[in-house]
């Protein structure tokens, strides 16, 4: 089944909750990647001078630009059943800073359990999967501009 208005309304919504407090699970967020990928604190221009995860307005704009990809990617599949990668530079970025394919899980899992938190009561398996599926079809647009 494609992708529905009832899934998109469940990111939107869950998204809200995390702007709410956007310096908590920013940091949150980061700190589920580095937990299951210490290495890649290097690979962040923010983080790598800094002691453990640190808020800054970088670190904060660039998760907020992540979650906000993964709502936009939502919106593209419940409208045309495809998400088209807006910025064509970002296969090449990543690259550049040394992603590689195992990143994109561990990212995932850290953005689900950051849903997770930022939801509270409202959190359901149907919440999660709606996020999972859109940042599947966003991860793997990356990943194709990657190869
Ligand atoms: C940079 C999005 C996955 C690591 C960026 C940028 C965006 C972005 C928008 C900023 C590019 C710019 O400089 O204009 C995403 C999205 C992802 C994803 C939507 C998944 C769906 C990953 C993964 C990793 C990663 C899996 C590896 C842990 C980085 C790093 C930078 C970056 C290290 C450069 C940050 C800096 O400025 O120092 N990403 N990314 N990204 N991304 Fe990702
Ligand atoms: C991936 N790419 C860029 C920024 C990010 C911020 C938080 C988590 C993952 C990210």
Do not use: R
Not at 112 to 125: D, I, M
Request: hydrophobic residues 45%; negative net charge.
């Amino acid at each position: 089944m494609g992708y529905t208005e009832n899934q998109l309304v469940l990111v939107n919504g869950s998204l809200e909750s995390i702007k709410q407090n956007l310096p908590q699970y920013s940091v949150l967020f980061y700190t589920f990647i580095l937990e299951k990928a210490p290495a890649a604190k290097g690979m962040f221009s923010f983080l790598k001078d800094t002691a453990g995860v640190q808020h800054s307005p970088q670190l904060q704009a660039h998760a907020e630009k992540v979650f906000g990809m993964v709502s936009d990617s939502a919106a593209q599949l419940l409208a045309k059943g495809e998400v088209v990668l807006g910025d064509a530079t970002l296969g090449a970025v990543h690259i550049q800073k040394g992603v590689v394919g195992p990143h994109f899980e561990v990212v995932k899992e850290a953005l689900l359990k950051t849903v997770k938190e930022a939801a509270g009561g409202k959190w359901s398996e149907e919440l999660s999967n709606a996020w999972e599926v859109a940042y599947d079809e966003l991860a793997a647009t990356i990943k194709k501009a990657m190869s």
